[in-house]
C-alpha cells in the first residue's frame, strides 16, 4: 500500500468533540492529501499539502484544518464535529504537482469516522 | 467525472466477457487522467494512466482511451474475472474550482461479475 498509515481506522465520536487523523507515510513524498468518500459523491479532496508547513484548500475544506510539521506525517483535524463529517477519509500522496506535471498518487486503507 | 445522479451505476457482466466502464470528464484544461479500483473496505489501488496527448493506452487486459473533443474516457477490461468486482473511478488533474492540486474523481461505477 505504498508505504501510507492512517490512524485510527475506525473511530466513533460524539457531536461537538475534536477528531484527529493522522497519515504517516515512509515513501519521502512531497505532497500529501486529505479526501473524504460519501456515498453519490465518489472522492473529494478537503486539503492537501506540498511541503513540510505548507498546505492549502480543497474542495470541501469547511470545518476541517490540517498540519504539517514533518514531511512523512499530514493530520487532519476536525475542530468540533459534526453528524455531516460522518464519513470514510482517505490520505493520498503524491511525489510531485499532480496538477502542473500529472503524477500518480497513492491511497491509504481509509478511516471510516462516524459521528454520532 | 462521471455525470450521474446520487446512485452509483452499476455495470453487470458476464464472466469471461470484455467490460467497458464511461466516464464524462469535466475540465478541458485537465491533461492528466487516471482509472482507480476500490474494493470493498479499502483504498483507491492505480490501474492505468494516460496523457491527454495519447488517445489510447494498454496495459494487461486493460485498455483507456481518451476522447478529448467530448471529454470522455473509458476504461475497457478483457476476459472478466470474479477479482475484478470493485467500484471503478476515473479521475482528472484539472481541478473542481478553486485551483486546488490533486485529483478530482468521478462518482464511480459499480462493476459487478456474474458466474
Known amino acids: 500500500d505504498a508505504g501510507i498509515t492512517q490512524s485510527p481506522r475506525h473511530k466513533v465520536t460524539e457531536t461537538g468533540t475534536p477528531v484527529t487523523l493522522r497519515c504517516h507515510q515512509t515513501?519521502?513524498?512531497?505532497?500529501m492529501y486529505w479526501y473524504r468518500q460519501d456515498p453519490g459523491h465518489g472522492l473529494r479532496l478537503i486539503h492537501y499539502?506540498?511541503?513540510?508547513?505548507?498546505?492549502d484548500k480543497g474542495e470541501v475544506s469547511d470545518g476541517y484544518s490540517v498540519s504539517r510539521s514533518k514531511t512523512e506525517d499530514f493530520l487532519l483535524t476536525l475542530e468540533s464535529a459534526t453528524s455531516s463529517q460522518t464519513s470514510v477519509y482517505f490520505c493520498?500522496?503524491?511525489?510531485?504537482?499532480?496538477?502542473?506535471?500529472?503524477?500518480?498518487?497513492?491511497f491509504g486503507q481509509g478511516t471510516r469516522l462516524t459521528v454520532v | 467525472g462521471e455525470s450521474v445522479g446520487l446512485h452509483l451505476p452499476t455495470l453487470s457482466v458476464q464472466e469471461g466477457d470484455n467490460s467497458i466502464i464511461n466516464c464524462a470528464y469535466s475540465?478541458?484544461?485537465?491533461?492528466?487522467f487516471i482509472w482507480y479500483k476500490q474494493e470493498s473496505g479499502k483504498g483507491p489501488q492505480f490501474i492505468i494512466d494516460?496523457?491527454?496527448?495519447?488517445d489510447k493506452r494498454q496495459g494487461q487486459r486493460v485498455t483507456v482511451l481518451l476522447n478529448k473533443t467530448v471529454k470522455h474516457l473509458s476504461l475497457q477490461i478483457a476476459a472478466t474475472q470474479p477479482g475484478d468486482s470493485a467500484v471503478y473511478f476515473c479521475?482528472?488533474?484539472?481541478?473542481?474550482?478553486?485551483?486546488?492540486?490533486?485529483?478530482?474523481f468521478g462518482k464511480g461505477t459499480h462493476l459487478i461479475i456474474q458466474p
Open positions: 493520498a500522496i503524491s511525489e510531485s504537482t499532480i496538477r502542473g506535471l500529472g503524477t500518480e498518487a497513492f
Open positions: 515513501e519521502n513524498h512531497r505532497y
Open positions: 499539502s506540498y511541503g513540510v508547513k505548507d498546505t
Open positions: 475540465n478541458s484544461a485537465s491533461d492528466y
Open positions: 494516460i496523457r491527454s496527448n495519447m
Open positions: 479521475a482528472e488533474n484539472g481541478s473542481s474550482g478553486g485551483g486546488a492540486d490533486g485529483l478530482t
